[in-house]
């Protein structure tokens, strides 16, 4: 089966640093994908991994390990409006394949508090 | 960017009436939509998976006769919610996923209440 675990909730401070773990199991890998969404909102994309290591972009950075199963996305200098849900999302078939889609985490709640 | 619209956002309909919900790629065509479910505080489910032409392929769980799915161009694919209950309230997503891209570009999201 295919399982993507995820904290369902994490508290941080305006201003300060916060990581949100996600570990997954899946049936095939091609690639892992970070979405924030505001509530009532769609997700809009973050960050897309598919090799090891880290990917930078401006005050968000998303990591991945392919042999432990294991992402985190790093969010910097938090402000209030990255309280929002952020869903890690993995392909287990390639991109040109027919069966290919994104299985999703349960997401992570993140509240930021001034 | 590649942007996907979805119509209608709200809807409010009473139990037993069926309700359309459409998904267009407006500036691409896409191979493959995908439909998802998502109630409070959940993460995206997803229900299926269609292919242009083709007929949709339901995951585990989900009833095909009770959520039916055409994707009949390139460019739209539309849900429909058969004998709509209020348990089938929530939230639908469709994303659609381009010929040559990598992951997917959702829609704004139905938010459908059955009473």
């Known amino acids: 089966g295919q399982n993507i675990d995820q904290p369902t909730e994490m508290t941080a401070t305006e201003g300060a640093i916060v990581q949100i773990n996600c570990t997954y199991q899946?049936?095939?890998?091609?690639?892992l994908f970070w979405y924030q969404q505001h509530a009532g909102e769609a997700p809009t994309f973050l960050s897309y991994?598919?090799?090891?290591g880290l990917e930078e972009k401006g005050r968000f950075s998303s990591f991945l390990s392919r042999s432990k199963g294991y992402s985190y996305l790093l969010l910097k200098e938090l402000q209030m409006k990255d309280s929002a849900s952020y869903l890690c999302?993995?392909?287990?078939?390639?991109?040109?394949?027919?069966?290919?889609?994104?299985?999703f985490g349960s997401g992570t709640r993140l509240l930021v508090r001034p | 960017g590649a942007v996907v619209s979805q119509h209608p956002s709200w809807v409010i309909c009473k139990s037993g009436t069926s309700v359309k919900i459409e998904c267009r790629s407006l500036d691409f065509q896409a191979t493959t939509m995908f439909w998802y479910r998502q109630f409070p505080k959940q993460s995206l489910m997803l229900m299926a998976t269609?292919?242009?032409?083709?007929?949709?392929?339901?995951e585990q769980g989900v009833e095909k006769d009770k959520f039916l799915i055409n994707h009949a161009s390139l460019t739209l694919s539309t849900l429909t919610v058969t004998s709509a209950h209020p348990e089938d309230s929530s939230f639908y997503i469709c994303?659609?996923?381009?010929?040559?891209?990598?992951?997917?570009?959702f829609g704004q999201g139905t938010r459908l209440t059955v009473v």
């Open positions: 269609s292919n242009e032409g083709s007929k949709a392929t339901y």
């Open positions: 991994n598919v090799l090891d």
């Open positions: 899946t049936s095939g890998f091609n690639g």
């Open positions: 999302a993995v392909s287990p078939s390639r991109w040109m394949d027919s069966s290919y889609k994104l299985i």
């Open positions: 994303s659609a996923r381009r010929q040559s891209g990598l992951g997917a570009f």
